[in-house]
């Protein structure tokens, strides 16, 4: 991936030195190989994973990036004009041609323990050209003026010092989700290849009122990648998209993900979590804990991602239906494969454990009662009998063998079942599980 970065910067460069030869040009300009667009500031940069901005009293500060990959900040400093670029990768971005066989100075210097070390060259017309490396990103400062060398290495300086050294035992600063529900479009470097994609959603009403969408990312060079959500056979399609993000589950993989979550029926929500490659959108896929398979997104709504761990919401069907939560990670094999957090259960996410109004006789659908000895395990008493008129709150489930619950004097406790997956019904002790209690509400 380096490779192609340092060769798509020789590409420009060689057509800035073309287009200089072209203007019958012989002295050193600064030219720039369009497109150049102009930015508002140096937040625009941070998608190209680039920080970089004018020195402390700069003057006359403008913005810019060049061909998607390149960012770039011209000020102007004790009366002399610069131009001062970054970009992923190796390579000389300045963009300036011309005679540099006047001289060249290697600066080196200290800073935070490491070493730091310049290029400076001298043109003919006095103007210098600083180039130095750092952390994968190559930088360069050319000024027309001609200033001292000093004078020049000491501002390559107070740019190195002003936006610290990356320093590989500092966490980098999280990538904050960006959520597009609204623009449908949105622009990032998905790939890690220095270069901006565009991503966006287009959706579409059939004659029947049927929803299609399409994810298409827009590589810099215009070529366009297109999923078809619902093409694949078990893929469902989305009707109402509620969820529309760009995350980073990984910040060290130099990847983005894109997530889409929706209603692909009356309440049934899934979760596409993409990647672009380079060559093709990838959805994850998720492990089906009993069947063993994998299939194309997860089930439920995705609610957020912190630390590579996703938290999805659905309704679960365990002892009536509830609305829980369950944290799902990228399974250790380095397959695009969710499976939930080992150890972890859904959990009940709609405030019932923590509401005194569930315990209450009228409350229906949250606390259930017994209707006749239910046999569980309680923690620290080991297993017994619940009897019959007995309020209990399902808490947590892993959606096959147990739920957890808690009972109205906070004792909690595990109730074991065997869901018949023929038949689909659930059984306890052998039991169909509504021989236990007065009411299970089980929606839909
Ligand atoms: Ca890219
Ligand atoms: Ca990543």
Redesign the pocket.
Known sequence: MKRKVALTLALLLAAALAAGCAAGEDKPSAQLPNPVEEVDGPEDFLPLGIAIDAPQNAEDVSYAIISDTVAQVEFTLDGNGYTYRAAKGEGDISGVSGLFNVGTLNVNWEFEGKGVSAVVKTAETGGRLATWEEAGISYSLWTESAVSDDVISSLVLKLVVQQGLADPEDTPAPFAPVDFLEARTAQADLNGDGALETVNLVTTTDEYGWEHNTLNVTTADGTVYELQVGEEAWLLEIQWVTVLQLI????D????EVVLSGDYASSDYITLICRFDGTQILIAGSEDLISGETYSGIYGEFEGAENGIVTISDAVDVLGTWWGTRRYALSTEGAFVFSPVEGELWQRADGAAEDPQTWADEEFGRALRTKAELPVTLDGEGETALPAGTKLLITASDNSSIARFVLEDGRTGTIAFVRDTTDWVTRINGIEESEYFEVLPYAG
């Open positions: 980073d589950l990984d910040p993989d130099g990847m983005l």
